[in-house]
């Protein structure tokens, strides 16, 4: 069986310099910035499914550290085994794996953890379970929890349950960072293409108020009409 050692060695011969400074910019590493402090090796998304494939049986304790670590590379390496790990076990497993989530999202920091991972894990999860822990994390103070708490929803929208993301749309309608506004604006489209009433109806209360990047983006595929109604223009 493959090692965390063996993966961090891996890893650490992919990088690449160039790459890892195109990617801090992305990532908005810089002081103050969202992702201020996060490392990169310079290993494309790609590259690292790969290797991800190769390294399945690594165990929590495992997995806890490459999540504990500033290496963007090792963290994001470390949930998609946790997805892939999540997909393969049974539902004791996927209550563990779950489990498991919740208390690492100090660690999902960066928009691209949080997307790849929180629906198909902690929102696939909850498809048929009490979804308190979102609405817990959606009053969060951290960034990421928030972001957690509403692209965990997009597990619901795929079953045409869209009450949740309404509601936690609704708690984050006045959050100040863009990102939350590119999130729920988001998942209120997806909502929207699977019950256009649905978007229209949560549009027709609050479009008003929506922070304007909010509001972009959830209208992105209705009419030029009904865009430029809400858009004021």
Not at 177 to 196: N, S, T
Request: net charge positive; charged share 30%.
């Amino acid at each position: 069986m493959q090692s965390l050692k063996q993966l961090k060695k891996e890893l650490n011969k992919l990088a690449d310099k160039k790459q890892a400074v195109i990617l801090s910019g992305f990532f908005k590493t810089g002081s103050g910035q969202y992702g201020e402090g996060d490392i990169f090796l310079g290993i494309k998304v790609p590259v690292q499914r790969a290797v991800s494939k190769k390294y399945v049986g690594l165990n929590f304790k495992d997995l806890a550290e490459l999540l504990n670590s500033k290496i963007h590379e090792y963290r994001l390496i470390a949930l998609m085994i946790l997805l892939s790990q999540y997909k393969k076990t049974d539902e004791l497993g996927k209550k563990k794996i779950a489990e498991f989530y919740l208390k690492n999202t100090k660690n999902i920091n960066n928009w691209d953890l949080v997307d790849l991972s929180c629906h198909y894990i902690l929102g696939d999860y909850l498809l048929d379970k009490n979804r308190r822990i979102l609405y817990k994390l959606a009053g969060s103070k951290n960034l990421w929890e928030k972001r957690i708490a509403i692209i965990s929803t997009f597990a619901f929208i795929r079953n045409k349950q869209f009450s949740d993301t309404l509601k936690i749309s609704e708690i984050l309608l006045n959050d100040k960072h863009d990102l939350i506004h590119k999130a729920v604006g988001w998942m209120l489209r997806e909502a929207g293409k699977r019950d256009g009433g649905v978007l229209e109806n949560f549009l027709n209360k609050h479009y008003k108020i929506m922070p304007r990047t909010m509001l972009r983006y959830a209208i992105e595929k209705l009419s030029d009409k009904k865009r430029k109604f809400y858009l004021g223009m």
